[in-house]
């Protein structure tokens, strides 16, 4: 059976009549050596709406860090009545060092007029510094100590114990069943 977009999953007469859906797209840029880049992000309606649609957006910290990496941004798109896209635009921090590509998210909610049938837009930030990533270090395990039985744990040697034989389906005495 072949996947389902969201929208092909929705019930047809609702695309048809009913509300816009909203998506936003990814965005992949270089972040650059110095100074900020802008991520713009796009957020669309399926169609025209013949009503204020607005949604809210905010970003959220993937592999990236707010305020280090990029901007935190958040507010409210408010689309006029036959608009059918805004724009959205995330400052990314440019600088020189050898990192992994890094990642963050604007999402999508509280929308109204409309529905939301895509509601995180990836901002894909990438290293363009030149060099080489530090080694990874393993993680250091702590030594494992072998099984000691408390002082007070009684042994095979303990004549004072009664010890049942794993074999038997019930203690000696009790119409146990041999297996």
Known sequence: MQ???????????????????????DVALTEGNTGQSAFVFTVSLSKPSNKRVTVDFFTVNEFASAGTDYALTSGTLNFARGQTSKTVTVLVNGDKTVEQNETFVVGLRHASNAFIADGSGIGLIIND????????????????????????????????????????WNPPGEGGAYW
Request: proline share 24%; glycine share 4%; aromatic share 12%.
């Open 3 to 25: 996947a389902r977009s969201t929208l092909e999953t929705l019930e047809p007469r609702r695309l048809m009549h009913g509300n816009p859906a909203i998506s936003i797209n």
């Open 129 to 168: 510094d030149n060099g080489t990533l530090p080694p990874v270090e393993p993680p250091v395990e702590p030594p494992v100590e072998p099984y000691q039985p408390p002082p007070d744990y009684p042994t095979y040697n303990d004549p004072t114990y009664t010890y049942y034989d794993p074999a038997w």
